[in-house]
């Protein structure tokens, strides 16, 4: 995936801006904040209260500056493979929090990953990539799950998907038709069982699919 890299606005709108996945695009800040209180409502019911959270693909950081304040016992470590987003993550964060400086991890680079014996997740969360990503991400996570999760531990993966190759909803075929039309090959909705597929191959199994607003899924990945 390539995004260009100048400087652009964050500033929200209420109209949809056009659609662009670099973190700190309009858009992206756009999609997060219409997304973030869905995912804080089922993330309550999913952390554990104390331990240990690793977000990779952070982005510009609007989801885990967002959630960590509703985790206060848990600590949560940003990633993303461009260090170009890491000082508005660290910007939005409040003195004293939960969340550490972000780490530089390359979703299909392992000897970008974090050694195994520093620390254990209880959970590794990932949101709004794989529409814009290759499924090569999926692969990714499982490997890196697979290597760094606790044995309870899960992967959290939010996003809109395909569903044994239909769409589940019509604007989620309108949204892949939006973004394929952009022509970049590794966008599009990914379909659930090509990521289960990848991620069975590192000892994973999907363990529950949560509906939530929006057409979107949260995936949970665990230990098989
Ligand atoms: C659409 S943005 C989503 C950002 C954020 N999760 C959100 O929901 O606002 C996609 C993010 O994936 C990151 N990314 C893309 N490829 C990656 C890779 N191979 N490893 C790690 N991060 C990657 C980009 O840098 C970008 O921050």
């Known amino acids: 995936m390539s995004f260009a890299i ?6 929200l709108s209420d109209n949809k801006p056009h659609i662009d996945p670099y973190p700190l695009s309009p858009y992206a800040a756009w999609a997060g904040n219409r997304n973030k209180d869905a995912i ?13 959270a690793l977000e990779v693909a952070t982005g510009a950081g609007l989801h885990i500056n967002y959630l960590a304040p ?12 461009d260090q170009g987003v890491f000082e508005t993550i660290k910007a939005k964060r409040l003195k004293g929090n939960n969340i550490a400086d972000p780490a530089l991890i390359d979703l299909t680079v392992s000897s970008t990953w974090p050694n195994a014996d520093e620390r254990f997740y209880d959970v590794i969360f990932v949101i709004n990539i794989f529409h814009v990503a290759s499924l090569s991400i999926a692969e990714g996570i ?3 799950g697979a ?21 589940t909803t019509p604007s989620n075929e309108a949204f892949d038709r939006e973004i394929r039309a952009a022509g970049v090959p590794e966008w599009g909705l990914k379909d659930v069982r090509d990521i289960e597929r990848e ?11 949560l509906d939530v607003p929006a057409s979107n899924f949260i995936l949970l990945f665990g230990r098989s």
């Open 40 to 52: 804080l409502h089922s993330f309550e019911e999913l952390f554990p209260t104390k331990g240990d």
């Open 147 to 167: 290597e760094l999760l606790k044995p309870s531990g899960f992967i959290a993966i939010y996003g809109p998907f395909k569903l044994d190759g239909k769409y």
């Open 6 to 11: 100048e400087e652009r606005s964050t500033r």
């Open 70 to 81: 509703h985790f206060p016992n848990v600590r949560f470590q940003p990633s993303d493979y």
């Open 199 to 209: 991620t069975r191959t590192h000892g994973l199994a999907l363990k529950r699919q």
């Open 142 to 144: 499982a490997a890196l």
